[in-house]
């Protein structure tokens, strides 16, 4: 179990960066009103791909500044 759960990681880093996120959630919905959902799991897409791309956006209130304008976008 443990090679197949390094061979997928190593295929698809990415499946581990919701849990290294600085913000979930909970954290949006508290911090921007938004409901529990798809659009919600889709802002975290979003947020967990720019912190991907820029590891130095994933600090608790970058991400949430950083929500609040692509909820904007919509």
Request: glycine residues 16%; aromatic residues 0%.
């Given at each position: 179990l443990e090679r197949r759960v390094e061979a997928e990681l190593e295929q698809q880093p990415a499946l581990l960066l919701r849990r290294r996120l600085a913000i979930d959630g909970?954290?949006?919905q508290a911090a921007l009103g938004l409901p529990p959902g798809p659009d919600l799991g889709a802002l975290l897409d979003r947020l967990g791909d720019a912190a991907l791309d820029d590891p130095g956006l994933n600090d608790r209130e970058t991400l949430l500044a950083l929500a609040r304008r692509m909820i904007?976008?919509?």
């Open positions: 909970h954290d949006l904007g976008e919509r």
